[in-house]
């Protein structure tokens, strides 16, 4: 039988959708999300996480569900020889110092790139340096990456204004490092100030933002000029997806929002666009992808592009502590460097 023809009223307007990539999950999440799964599958649960592992709602029900229990600091955890998960954006040293005292089984999912900040921060410090940290005041990662320091030892430098006003201390040499989530363009503006103020400042030879948030960058940056609204696929505490809607809206997008899933996403906010991006931060499974686009067809025909401006092969290694626990355990992608 022919199918019903469609009336031409009921015909759904047509929508092209640009998939950023990359987009989503980045291999410190990646790995982060697999310690504490892991966790479960050795130990059993309850399995505490310090902190949300990454800043995504979906993800920390999914672990929740599985046997994760999540609290904000040490003390809300009994001494009842349950493994505790520190989250991605790592940790001031003074965590695993209690964590130790206590006798916990703790297991660090800090991502190797933001430890490697915290070893460039120490570097410094020995070499005796006075450390500037470019960074977001109150995120996770800067309170862990300033508590690798003791006091007075960082300065948090949050935009270019305060780097052309900074007062740092008199007589001491100076480094800079920074948060790995930031805008690319905003750090090499506040490292140009730095760099015009104290030309012999020590740093990398850019900034310390990671190879995914860079490559999420670059891949907004590649199709906002050609979308009416670019939807990123993030949580509000979230610093990349953040970022994202922002560089978004300056590489010539008129209209960026944020969502958190598919659900909060109103497709009417679609209507008159003829293009619409879509991406997701390193935190954001592509499941919640799919949920938009889902969202999106409930309203409109999609014609879907995707349009990756880099490939990546980025993977870290799991602990020892969880991979030499269980010899049964297959085999692991070797650790990659960016
Ligand atoms: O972007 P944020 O640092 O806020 O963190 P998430 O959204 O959880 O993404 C993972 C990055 C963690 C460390 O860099
Ligand atoms: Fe690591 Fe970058 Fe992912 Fe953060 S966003 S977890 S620094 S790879």
Known sequence: MPPPATHPSEAKPSLTVLLAGPRGFCAGVDRAIRIVEEALRLHGAPVYVRHEIVHNRYVVESLERQGA??????????????????????????VPAEAARRRLFYLDATCPLVGKVHREAERHFAAGRHILL????????????????????????????????????EGRPLAYITQTTLSVDD???????????????????????????????????????????????????????????????RAGCPRAILVQRGAELDPAVAEGCATVGVTAGASAPEALVEEVLARLRTRFDLCVEEVVVREERVAFKLPAALTEADPAAPPLAAATTP
């Not at 229990?69 to 001031?92: K, Q, T, W, Y």
């Not at 503006?189 to 990398?204: H, N």
């Open 187 to 249: 750090t090499a503006e506040i490292v140009a100030a730095l760099r015009t103020r104290f030309p012999s400042i020590a740093g990398p030879a850019k900034e310390d933002i990671c190879y995914a948030t860079t490559n999420r960058q670059a891949a907004v940056k590649a199709i906002a000029p050609r979308c009416d609204l670019l939807v990123v696929v993030g949580a509000p505490n979230s610093s990349n997806s953040l970022r994202l809607r922002e560089v978004a809206e």
């Open 69 to 94: 229990v999540f609290v904000e600091e040490l003390d809300e955890i009994p001494d009842d020889g349950r493994p505790v998960v520190f989250s991605a954006h790592g940790v001031p040293k003074s």
């Open 134 to 169: 470019i960074g977001h005041a109150g995120h996770p990662e800067v309170i862990g990456t300033m508590g690798q320091l003791p006091p007075g030892a960082v300065t948090l430098v949050e935009d270019a204004a305060q780097a052309r006003r900074l007062r740092a201390p």
